[in-house]
T-cell receptor, first 114, second 116 residues
Framework: GNSVTQMEGPVTLSEEAFLTINCTYTATGYPSLFWYVQYPGEGLQLLLKATKADDKGSNKGFEATYRKETTSFHLEKGSVQVSDSAVYFCALSSGGTSYGKLTFGQGTILTVHP | EAGVAQSPRYKIIEKRQSVAFWCNPISGHATLYWYQQILGQGPKLLIQFQNNGVVDDSQLPKDRFSAERLKGVDSTLKIQPAKLEDSAVYLC??????????????FGPGTRLTVL
């Protein structure tokens, strides 16, 4: 079955540091890949997505590239801000009878200090 | 545009009691999902509706959980009777395109259930 594995957390960084959150997946077929973010006290919201191999999703300075050969979708940001503190979830959606169903990783808590 | 609405936001019950959660998706969204998010874990799909029909309920504990989406709009998720391990946040999400695909899912704020 489908599965998503995220790097162990939590992650604590100083403002303007470089961020990488690792995500690898197992899926049948050709899944779409997503990063969702959950800010304190708010609901889950889509951060970025990629629908095919070598696609790069980007939003708010965050980027992730769909790597089929390594089954990875690592999230990166060159310079984090305090406002980026949140929980980040990697997820995939594949075809079949549950087309659209999201399978999530366990989440990575990011804390950014001034 | 109004987002996905859920109620109640918080619920505390004792084990073996019943509870129901309500979700109103974004207008026009054909697909509706219920996820369970246990503390420290990612959300797990419980059930997926396409209009008022069930697409996937393979992860729904059908001996105690039930869900319906009458008229293809609002949805209700019920637990009867609740167990301690049902303590979690229950998230409702909706998406525009039939069966979701790679289209964005919009999530509600969730209902935090505590079972004592």
């Amino acid at each position: 079955g489908n599965s998503v594995t995220q790097m162990e957390g939590p992650v604590t960084l100083s403002e303007e540091a470089f961020l990488t959150i690792n995500c690898t997946y197992t899926a049948t077929g050709y899944p779409s890949l997503f990063w969702y973010v959950q800010y304190p006290g708010e609901g889950l919201q889509l951060l970025l997505k990629a629908t095919k191999a070598d696609d790069k999703g980007s939003n708010k300075g965050f980027e992730a590239t769909y790597r089929k050969e390594t089954t990875s979708f690592h999230l990166e940001k060159g310079s984090v801000q305090v406002s980026d503190s949140a929980v980040y979830f990697c997820a995939l959606s594949s075809g079949g009878t549950s087309y659209g169903k999201l399978t999530f990783g366990q989440g990575t808590i990011l804390t950014v200090h001034p | 545009e109004a987002g996905v609405a859920q109620s109640p936001r918080y619920k505390i019950i004792e084990k073996r009691q019943s509870v129901a959660f309500w979700c109103n998706p974004i207008s026009g969204h054909a697909t509706l999902y219920w996820y369970q998010q246990i503390l420290g874990q990612g959300p797990k799909l419980l059930i997926q509706f396409q209009n008022n029909g069930v697409v996937d309920d393979s992860q729904l504990p059908k001996d105690r959980f039930s869900a319906e989406r009458l008229k293809g709009v609002d949805s209700t998720l019920k637990i009867q009777p609740a167990k301690l391990e049902d303590s979690a946040v229950y998230l409702c999400a909706s998406s525009l395109s039939p069966a979701g695909g790679a289209s964005e899912q919009f999530f509600g704020p969730g209902t935090r259930l505590t079972v004592l």
